[in-house]
């Protein structure tokens, strides 16, 4: 199994309007290192939702339901998205705050490369984050 990361603007789409969903398509990424990050997610693996621009913090983990497909909003099949299911709430949203503050999460692409919206976990910083939120 991976972990991964995704970045949203709550007032675009939240975490709440997955819950009401049951599903998304992750689509409309036009970033190359995203779009290969996307690529390589596979159905089961664990993705931390995270809030972005107002929030700036994890609130909830969804599963990949359906592995890369063409992106439907684009017109160049070499872009991709999945499909994800919501699978759990965060007890406390972890902020962008406490996952600097951790020394543990420092390699984190969230604070390295902090414009990318899908990223890669390592198992271990998944579990600290998802033991901050928990």
Not at 85 to 97: G, I, N, Y
């Amino acid at each position: 199994m991976n972990y991964w990361l995704v970045k949203s603007e709550p007032e675009t789409y939240g975490w709440a309007d997955l819950v009401k969903d049951g599903k998304t398509v992750w689509d409309g990424v036009r970033n190359y290192a995203a779009r290969n990050f996307l690529a390589e997610m596979k159905r089961g693996d664990l993705v931390l939702f995270y809030h972005s621009v107002s929030e700036k913090a994890v609130v909830g983990i969804a599963k990949v339901e359906k592995e890369a497909f063409p992106d439907p909003t684009a017109d160049d099949p070499r872009w991709v998205s999945v499909e994800l299911v919501p699978f759990r709430d965060f007890k406390d949203p972890v902020t962008l705050s406490q996952i600097k503050a951790d020394q543990r999460l420092q390699q984190v692409p969230l604070i390295r490369q902090s414009r990318l919206s899908v990223m890669p976990l390592k198992p271990e910083e998944f579990e600290v984050i998802l033991a901050l939120g928990n």
